[in-house]
């Protein structure tokens, strides 16, 4: 079982950038593809962006393309997530999560993936 912890949230203003790390330990994360999802208050969680074991593949939502930067260092056991351009609409608990049997790619449900941090939270000021 892999243990997942974020960090790097905090408040920011709009058009600024905040990066975000997800410490895996308990097993290897090269054994498994990540996401990073949010949840706003009163929303459901959605997807946010995924990354393939070796990092070859990754796939975002339309709503952070081209803005949020998904990558992961196997060495470090850390999947990263910079976000840039920030808006305040995307203020909301930041959660990475693991998947470990390799689900049909994109992973972009909840169901996909069995393991999941804590959250850090992401305020974005107008």
């Known amino acids: 079982q892999v243990q997942l912890v974020e960090s790097g949230g905090g408040l920011v203003q709009a058009g600024g950038s905040l990066k975000l790390s997800c410490s895996a330990s308990?097993?290897?994360?090269?054994?498994?593809?990540m996401g990073w999802f949010r949840q706003a208050p009163g929303k459901e969680r959605e997807f946010v962006a995924a990354?393939?074991?070796?990092?070859?593949?990754?796939y975002y939502a339309d709503s952070v393309k081209g803005r949020f930067v998904i990558s992961r260092d196997n060495s470090k056991n850390t999947v990263y997530l910079q976000m840039g351009s920030l808006k305040p609409e995307d203020t909301a608990a930041y959660y990475c999560?693991?998947?470990?049997?390799?689900?049909?790619?994109?992973?972009?449900?909840?169901?996909?993936?069995?393991?999941w941090g804590q959250g850090t939270q992401v305020t974005v000021s107008s």
């Open positions: 999560a693991a998947d470990l049997r390799g689900r049909p790619w994109p992973p972009q449900n909840r169901d996909m993936y069995e393991y």
């Open positions: 308990g097993r290897t994360l090269s054994n498994y593809r």
């Open positions: 990354i393939t074991r070796s990092g070859s593949m990754i």
